[in-house]
């Protein structure tokens, strides 16, 4: 029944690159399993769309952006100290590039977005499970098979102790993780639950003769139920401040795109129950404590990890990233040269500033990151424009496409207290949703244009 139910979610499209995006699907539905096969895979397919779609491709004036950005990373790189590692940073960078531009041609409607977000939260669920497992039961293993097509490693306990990581190198990392994943997993929830009100709905017309939709199966919105909260128990798990605050922000960004006030009301009081436990006068926060558990107020006030080092705080990292950003302004230190130059002044390895934005600024210079940046609130620009004010999207539609644009949102927010490009699946799904967003984007643009030629 199951089967049945969730392959009508995976009825591709009918055109002619069918293929290339059926091999995309099985692409992200392995990646959390095996990096290197769903890499492979989502390189294959990016090459043939590049060959099948070139001029399509090279016509997009964003595309032109990303072109313009990578050849100031190059320039950037070959000015830095360490040029090998700079241009080695490259690579967590300039194929993302070619990814985007391929995929924002391939995807091109929203069944294709369900279709992903359906692929990812069913993917998602073995690496949840394993994580609880890893924490609650001490499952604690390695597995590899065939070198690293299938390399599974799983420390008791979690990384850092205490924290869910399961299959992802640290508990951040898979926080991030969870979070994109939460975000269009509850958007697909919520649709399944309209289309469950409409049907019965529509059985309540019976009697006179009228049908408003065809009856839906349970079965989809009870495995999204499931889905959604064994992600966000897991998300809880992973001890992520971040990770909980962004999935806080989804959930009162969808509750008032539905309107739903009460929710919205409800989060808002127990939000503020928390902060209250964690930094209100020690008068009034022991009266929130009585009921907020100790777990969440102390992880937000630090009491959870008291007399951390100063040079691990976020605060002092970010001091010294922008210290060095004013110092090369232009072309920056090179790429993956913050660690280095933080551990010669702090004598603490730390692989980055915990900010994408200012490690590019440090790493890159101002001109590139600029442009980086540009080219992002571009991609978000136009997506709020088109969910505003198209004409050519139903309202079902506008509800998928919402969940992506806060996904993306949420990718932007993460990328503010940590960077995500260093985990190969994290950075690619990042780049996939970007993708999506500005081939829907540029799909519609289209459309509009086409319009007011023929007016």
Known sequence: MLGASLNKVFDYFKSRWQSSWNYSLWALLIFPLSPLVGAVTVGFVSLITWLKQSRKINRRPLNWGFALLSVLLIVSAGFAQDKTAAFLGLFNLLPFFLLFAAHSALIQTFTQLRQMAWVLVIGSMPVAIMGLGQLFLGWSFKFQFVWVVFSWTIRSGGNPPGRIASL?????????????????????????????????????????????????????????????????????????????????????????????????????????????????????????????????????????????????????????????????????????SFSELYKAKMQIPLGHPHNLFLMLSAETGF?????FCGLLAWILITSVQLLQKSKYINTGDKLIFFSYLLSFIGWILLNTVDVTLFDFRLNALSWLILAAISGIVHRYHEKDRLASHQN
């Not at 705080?313 to 920056?332: I, K, N, Y």
């Open 367 to 371: 001109p590139s990151t600029f442009l």
């Open 168 to 336: 992802f190198l640290h508990a951040n990392t898979f926080a991030a993780y969870l979070v994109i994943v939460f975000i269009l997993g509850l958007g697909l929830w919520i649709e399944q639950w309209r289309l469950n009100i409409k049907g019965r709905g529509a059985e309540g017309q019976r009697g006179r003769g009228e049908r408003l939709t065809a009856p839906q199966s349970p079965v989809p919105f009870i495995f999204l139920t499931l889905a959604v909260i064994t992600n966000f128990i897991t998300l809880i798990f992973t001890n992520s401040r971040n990770g909980w605050a962004i999935a806080i922000f989804a959930c009162l960004a969808y509750a008032l795109y539905q309107g739903w006030r009460i929710l919205v009301g409800s989060v808002a009081a127990i939000v503020s129950s928390v902060f209250l436990a964690a930094f209100a006068p020690s008068s009034v926060a022991q009266i929130f404590r009585l009921v907020v558990p100790a777990f969440f107020w102390a992880r937000l006030n630090d009491d959870m990890y008291p007399d951390r080092p100063i040079a691990l705080m976020r605060t002092t990292q970010w001091e010294f990233a922008w210290s060095l950003a004013q110092q090369h302004p232009w072309t920056g230190w090179g790429l993956r």
